[in-house]
């Protein structure tokens, strides 16, 4: 079995600062573990992924996330929040298989204060 | 960048009444699948399609739920008699591959709403 958790349902931040959003995960086998996006009224967009190779991965938009194994967890991070940024942010594990495996964490919206 | 397209992007329906979601995956993509969420929970997994049947459905995905490809662009979700608990956004998606590294692409989603 797997599962994500992720802390705080909603977040805010001033444009410019740090934007870190919390994702721990729970799986019986190595996990692959992913960050999609939601904008208003979009559908789901991939943000970036860990699939064993490097801990630290950098996606699109000046986002990155570290797998930390011994934490279980995988935190994306951007340094500075542009206000662009707003929208929900949902973390995913997936096992060693296919597409079929993703189970979704319960997102967190993001809020850029100008 | 390609795109999968859903329609209607609001459906509200009594509830008992049958519903079709309908899916316009990318057109190279050959795995398609469905995914909800409810509002305030998370997004989960419904059922994988590949090579014109399911793949792989989870204990959500019951009687009532039917999937079809029904000519070589569309891919629908049907609920047939419709309950309360439908009520949710659902995703569709496609990918060329069944694999992890292969990109998903999801669609804007149909907003669900059952009277």
């Known amino acids: 079995a797997q599962s994500v958790t992720q802390l705080g349902s909603h977040v805010s931040v001033s444009e410019g600062a740090l934007v870190l959003l919390r994702c721990n995960y729970s799986s019986s086998v190595p996990p692959y573990l992913f960050w999609y996006v939601q904008y208003p009224n979009q559908g789901l967009q991939l943000l970036l992924k860990y699939t064993s190779a490097a801990t630290l991965v950098k996606g699109i938009n000046g986002f990155e996330a570290e797998f930390k194994k011994s934490e279980t967890s995988f935190h994306l991070t951007k340094p500075s929040a542009h206000m662009s940024d707003a929208a929900e942010y949902f973390c995913?594990?997936?096992?060693?298989?296919?597409?079929?495996?993703?189970?979704f964490g319960t997102g967190t919206k993001l809020q850029v204060i100008p | 960048e390609p795109e999968v397209t859903q329609t209607p992007s609001h459906q509200v329906t009594q509830m008992g009444q049958e519903v079709i979601l309908r899916c316009v995956p990318i057109s190279n993509h050959l795995y398609f699948y469905w995914y909800r969420q409810i509002l305030g929970q998370k997004v989960e997994f419904l059922v994988s399609f590949y090579n014109n049947e399911i793949s792989e459905k989870s204990e959500i995905f019951d009687d009532q739920f039917s999937v079809e490809r029904p000519d070589g662009s569309n891919f629908t979700l049907k609920i047939r008699s419709t309950k309360l608990e439908d009520s949710a956004m659902y995703f569709c998606a496609s990918s060329i591959r069944d694999r992890v590294h292969e990109k998903l692409f999801f669609g804007s989603g149909t907003q669900l709403s059952v009277l």
């Open positions: 995913a594990v997936s096992g060693s298989g296919g597409y079929q495996k993703v189970t």
